[in-house]
């Protein structure tokens, strides 16, 4: 008797969020307004406009809607990554959320980001072309191509307005160069820092 299992699996989440339109507006302008402010960071970004970590203290109701949408799912993340019920537990999170702005040639290198334990990016404008996330099988390239079969050692996630990816923070991951309009987001680090089952024994 045999069986397949899979070790150290690396989950990857896809959301397409709905009836985004009034947050999106307000998240956007929020953007626009500081970085006519502020000069931005530099971090993985090759041209563009990073902001600065603290997105989720710039205020108003856009902010506390997409507060609220990252915390469940990072939950679900969590429920899936640790095969438990969604509703068995409640969480902790520590958050850093920070707004990105590509114009055409923008890109990003290959990076993680340590001292989280899951990274994510909400998509608010796209552009036309290119700014794609790539994300790098953490076990590294593959060894050995075989005709006929597609890459395995990569997987490329097309942006989509209203589309929020999860993914481990330890995962090697880049962005395309965009090659025409703007493409916006909106990007986040989250450390768990406690779980509490509700089903454990007071």
């Given amino acids: 008797m045999s069986y397949?299992?899979?070790?150290?699996?690396?989950?990857?989440?896809?959301?397409?969020?709905?009836?985004?339109?009034?947050?999106?507006?307000?998240?956007?302008?929020?953007?626009?307004?500081?970085?006519?402010?502020?000069?931005?960071?530099?971090?993985?970004?090759?041209?563009?406009?990073?902001s600065t970590t603290d997105l989720l203290q710039w205020g108003g109701a856009a902010v506390a809607e997409l507060r609220t949408g990252i915390g469940r799912a990072v939950k679900c993340f969590v429920a899936h990554e640790r095969g438990i019920?969604?509703?068995?537990?409640?969480?902790?999170?520590?958050?850093?959320?920070?707004?990105?702005?590509?114009?055409?040639?923008?890109?990003?290198?290959?990076?993680?980001?340590?001292n989280a334990n899951i990274s994510g990016v909400y998509y608010l404008v796209t552009g036309d072309d290119g700014g794609e996330l790539v994300l790098l099988d953490p076990r590294g390239p593959a060894m050995y191509e075989t005709p006929g079969t597609n890459r395995v050692d990569r997987v490329t996630i097309q942006p989509s307005v209203g589309l929020l990816v999860l993914f481990p923070a330890s995962v090697l991951h880049y962005v395309t160069p965009l090659v025409e309009g703007t493409r916006v987001s909106i990007s986040f680090n989250i450390t768990v820092t406690k779980l509490t089952r509700r089903d454990a024994p007071g």
């Fill in 85 to 114: 019920a969604f509703d068995s537990f409640s969480l902790e999170l520590g958050l850093d959320v920070w707004a990105n702005w590509m114009p055409a040639g923008a890109w990003h290198k290959p990076h993680a980001h340590p």
């Fill in 4 to 50: 397949l299992r899979e070790l150290f699996a690396t989950p990857l989440s896809e959301q397409k969020w709905t009836d985004v339109d009034a947050m999106n507006r307000e998240l956007l302008g929020l953007i626009e307004a500081r970085q006519v402010r502020e000069p931005g960071i530099i971090k993985s970004n090759v041209g563009g406009w990073h």
